[in-house]
């Protein structure tokens, strides 16, 4: 008997179908020699620093650094969790060879293999390696499986992660909040998570910092162009107005007139963090709901593997490329001119260097069905992207004319499409004009020399502040370490020392938001006083550097090829504990308290007429499922249910045995797992009184 292992209760039932394993038994499927069983996410974690010795369980600054002789893994204190355990370990026992049909990623192997080192597997192991879940892929895959072996370096990247993070969160977050937290507070460093805070905290200080200026600027309408005068802003309108003053003495002259022939290349194929950058810009989502709608659109097939940092293709997929465009049928007018054509094998599309465990996002061809409103526009936004690649280019001509008045210099500059190329697939898009970019528009032809009469005028503006980081500008500096890259091929090099993986970006953004240490105001992101006091209470580089954390980020990477031992990175990490911790330990600093939503004056009365009711309910929206511990919770019209309800099926009603639940009561049930004593509940005819816990099926029962 083969044992297959899936991420998900829902890839087991797709992988099982396909295989032939179509008996459902308690907890796995079985049939065709194969017992499929699956997890559901995380099943296992680094122990806690309890479980190494009891002295740990109290947070004490004598206590610091906590560096464990060597790192052990335990299972989730979970009833479901423990029940399927139960199931794989009794599975795992009984055959002659387990397939890992895990998450194709680093994150996906490491939960895999920490539940096969805790089921004590001693048979030997195969892997599934694919990049969709149509039925070809798994068929595809399942002939071609890896041994497991090949991927030890992976699971050595994803263990010193995890041990990396464990080391530095668990040490740092007790060091400063003993230190300088005040109360109940916990301030909450973390490897990633610190260096994005630090980078939002800094942008904030500058536009704290900034003092708009006015300036004036000398322009001038010649033959229904505007020309803008190429000499520095001047500072006061005195110095304006006498330039105004000359302009006006002296006709206007052209010196030159440059119409250039250039091309606009086709944007790149998505990866996970520039799709998430598109969907911020184009549709507002934050970065944490991007990833669940494409992963349901993965999870449906119609999508490949999302959790990628490529925008290639590997070169063996070239053949494939046209069967899929032609199922795209809801996409044919675009479509149709591509395939009247052979595929071109393009560099800037296929190339297998750029490609590491998985290519970029692309439709599987698969006809979707049953979408939601957002997931619809996802998996557009990836369509349209994949047709584009192999569109023509933009032909485009730039135009640069140079005049002058007297002495003073003036340029004007403008575009136009000729051929729209890749454009075509965007024509009903508004795209907003970056900063310093030429504008579209058509420039009448000018000969050198030509001189006339004109219209100058004074443009009063003002300086502005630096914009402050939505989450796609935020995306974008956690993938470059904090550095401006417009470039598409800079940012491809710089990507091994980007901070976060493009699969954890989001989860440390809503983590700072929980912790309230950011906030969103529309779509821009600003820093609380919590996050900036916290900040400028670490003076350690290293805690708050992007480019430092960046080169760490570089090292796991490395180990992940094989190129660093997991070993020294350990070392290199242990060392850092404790020279922060010494270094901490003899610091002065300021006390922090977290900052509760300082509400405007005229807000108060609204406040306090009602303090509790709307955060709770924003409180429970952002707790995860008790029962797969991946989705959030979604309000629902008579419950709270899981966001993936579909597959984990989890709910929980807001009136339960006759009693309508506060949003207090629910709150302390869905994250605490039960509530305090409630009375006049209804069972079976008799009134009761007990507090209302989850049974082992996560249904409510009353205790």
Request: proline share 4%; charged share 30%.
């Amino acid at each position: 008997m083969k044992v297959c292992i899936a991420e998900k209760p829902s890839v087991a039932k797709d992988i099982a179908e396909v295989i032939g394993a179509k008996q459902r038994k308690d907890g796995y499927y079985e049939g065709n020699g194969y017992q499929v069983t699956w997890t559901f996410g995380h099943f296992c974690t680094l122990k806690e620093p309890h479980d190494y010795t009891e002295r740990w369980k109290a947070w004490r600054l004598e206590d610091l650094p906590m560096i464990p002789p060597s790192f052990g893994i335990k299972l989730i204190d979970n009833g479901g969790v423990q029940k399927q355990f139960k199931v794989i370990e009794n599975l795992v026992a009984g055959c002659e060879e387990v397939i890992n049909c895990g998450d194709a990623g680093q994150e996906g192997e490491l939960i895999q293999r920490w539940v096969l080192l805790k089921a004590k597997c001693n048979v030997p192991v195969k892997r599934l390696w694919i990049s969709s879940l149509t039925e070809e892929a798994i068929k595809e895959g399942f002939k071609q499986l890896k041994a497991s072996e090949q991927f030890n370096n992976l699971y050595a990247a994803g263990s010193a992660r995890a041990i990396g993070d464990w080391l530095l969160g668990m040490n740092a977050t007790r060091l400063f909040t003993k230190k300088f937290g005040q109360g109940k507070v916990v301030l909450s460093i973390g490897r990633v998570q610190t260096p994005t805070l630090a980078m939002i905290v800094q942008r904030q200080k500058e536009i704290n910092a900034f003092v708009s200026e006015e300036y004036f600027e000398l322009k001038t309408i010649y033959r229904d162009t505007e020309f803008t005068a190429t000499i520095d802003r001047l500072r006061s309108l005195e110095k304006a107005e006498k330039g105004l003053e000359y302009l006006k003495q002296h006709l206007f002259e052209i010196t030159s007139f440059e119409k250039k022939e250039g091309k606009e290349g086709n944007p790149r194929l998505f990866d996970l963090t520039s799709l998430q950058v598109e969907a911020n810009k184009k549709y507002g989502y934050s970065a944490d709901e991007t990833l669940k709608y494409i992963q349901n659109l993965y999870e449906k097939k119609f999508v490949t593997y999302p959790r990628v940092d490529t925008t290639y293709l590997s070169e063996d997929l070239h053949p494939k490329i046209a069967g899929i465009m032609e199922q795209l049928t809801y996409y044919s007018q675009f479509t149709a001119p591509i395939l009247a054509k052979p595929i071109p094998k393009l560099k800037t599309v296929f190339d297998d260097k750029k490609v590491t465990d998985h290519h970029a996002i692309i439709p599987t061809g698969v006809l979707p069905v049953g979408l939601s409103t957002d997931e619809k526009r996802v998996y557009d936004l990836i369509t349209r992207r994949f047709i584009a690649a192999f569109y023509p280019e933009c032909k485009v001509s730039n135009t640069t004319v140079l005049g002058k008045v007297g002495q003073v210099e003036f340029k004007a500059s403008g575009k136009q499409i000729l051929e729209p190329g890749w454009k075509e697939l965007y024509a009903n898009d508004k795209t907003e004009k970056k900063e310093g970019e030429e504008e579209e528009r058509i420039m009448p032809v000018f000969e050198v020399g030509e001189s006339g009469p004109h219209e100058p005028r004074v443009h009063q503006g003002k300086t502005s502040p630096p914009k402050p980081f939505t989450e796609a500008t935020l995306l974008r500096a956690m993938e470059t370490a904090g550095k401006q890259v417009d470039d598409e091929e800079v940012r491809e090099l710089m990507k091994d020392n980007g901070i976060g993986r493009p699969s954890t970006r989001a989860n440390i953004i809503e983590t700072l938001f929980k912790r309230k240490y950011i906030e969103k105001k529309k779509k821009n992101l600003f820093a609380t006083q919590t996050g900036m006091d916290l900040i400028d209470t670490i003076q350690n580089e290293l805690l708050k550097s992007a480019e430092l954390t960046g080169a760490w980020e570089r090292k796991l990477r490395l180990i992940e090829k094989g190129e660093y031992a997991s070993d020294t990175f350990k070392q290199e990490l242990i060392q850092m504990v404790v020279d922060l911790t010494k270094e901490v330990k003899s610091n002065i600093g300021k006390v922090i308290t977290i900052v509760t939503e300082a509400p405007k004056t005229e807000e108060k009365p609204k406040k306090e007429a009602k303090p509790k009711a709307p955060k709770e309910a924003v409180a429970i929206e952002e707790l995860k499922c008790p029962k797969c511990k991946e989705h959030v919770l979604k309000k629902g019209n008579t419950a709270y249910g899981c966001a993936n309800f579909k597959v984990c099926g989890f709910k929980v009603p807001f009136e339960v045995f006759g009693k309508k639940l506060s949003d207090k009561q629910l709150s302390d049930l869905l994250s605490k797992g039960k509530t305090g004593k409630i009375k006049c509940f209804s069972v079976d005819g008799k009134e009761v009184e007990g507090k209302l816990v989850f049974d082992a099926g996560f249904e409510v029962k009353v205790e």
